[in-house]
């Protein structure tokens, strides 16, 4: 289901900008998906950290098959030892066990999330380890489908930017804010049609 917002953003930011509008035409009717489950979007953003989209979705399926239902409760069962032989790495497993454990014991309650900013968010998040703000501004987009998301350490959304404004040309982080100030408040939209743009299966977590 489409979020709510998601024609008004769309006609928006094609109202202005020729790049955008041909995206937008390209893949109407597709749009953000949220799992709706706030562990397994979180561990795929942890699990993604670093690899290709490829690559990430190989590993994560070798965990999920490892450990059978992705629930903070069956990773603690499993434990550090227990989640070895999947593809992730050390320091990953750390991180997974590490927020497994703050949602068990209510340090995260994704309840409450409803009623706080995206800054918020993030600061909460980000005090757990293996979690920085790019793993919370995936969070914030996949399942909390907040609209106005720019997450600027991305290297897809990068790279899109860099193929369709600016002939290819690497740009400095302060030119692609500069370029993503066009699209507020729709931010994460936007960013959403330029990922596709790279990669024809949609981007989720």
Known sequence: MLPNYWSQAASDLSRDDPA???LV???AG?????????FGTLARSIVGQQISVKAAD????????????VTPGQVIAFG???LEGC???????EYLCDLARH??????DPAAWKHLGDEEIIAELTAVRGIGRWTAEMFLIFHELRPDVFPLDDIGLQRAVCARYFAGEKQPRRVVAELGERWRPWRSVATWYLWRSLDPVPVEY
């Open 87 to 93: 593809g992730l790495s050390r320091r990953k497993i």
């Open 80 to 82: 550090e030892s227990g």
């Open 30 to 38: 597709a749009s953000l998906v949220s799992r709706g489950e706030a």
């Open 103 to 108: 949602l068990a014991v209510g340090k995260l």
């Open 58 to 69: 190989a590993v994560w399926g070798r965990f999920a098959a490892q450990i059978g239902d």
């Open 20 to 22: 955008m509008a041909e």
């Open 25 to 27: 035409e390209r893949y």
